[in-house]
């Protein structure tokens, strides 16, 4: 049974920092890229970052670079996702997806809220 459950988010104020974990399971871990999404009501899903299979590659959003660091521990099974310098308009509900040639799963979400 494929899991991808995330775990980390909460309420923390602006400039504070958090970690999300996304452990998997019930896949080939280390064939898949992952990928961090953040979703709010008002502007939809929108990629935050992502990491190659290898974990020697990664990409960010625009608004989030310089702030945000993605990195995959293949003996854990898990992708993070560390989250410095946090400002209210990060605040969304966090996801992770697993993605190969051939298939891709998603968590169910943790939600950040960023708030004074």
């Known amino acids: 049974q494929v899991q991808l459950v995330e775990s980390g988010g909460g309420l923390v104020q602006p400039g504070e920092s958090l970690r999300l974990s996304c452990a998997a399971s019930g896949f080939t871990f280390s064939a898949y890229a992952m990928s961090w999404y953040r979703q709010t009501p008002g502007k939809g899903r929108e990629l935050v970052a992502s990491?190659?299979?290898?974990?020697?590659?990664?990409t960010y959003a625009d608004a989030v670079k310089g702030r945000f660091t993605i990195s995959r521990d293949k003996s854990k099974n898990t992708v993070y996702l560390q989250m410095n310098s946090l400002k209210p308009e990060d605040t969304a509900v966090y996801s992770c997806?697993?993605?190969?040639?051939?298939?891709?799963?998603w968590g169910q979400g943790t939600p950040v809220t960023v708030s004074s």
């Open positions: 990491i190659d299979s290898t974990g020697g590659s990664t």
């Open positions: 997806k697993a993605v190969s040639s051939r298939s891709n799963y």
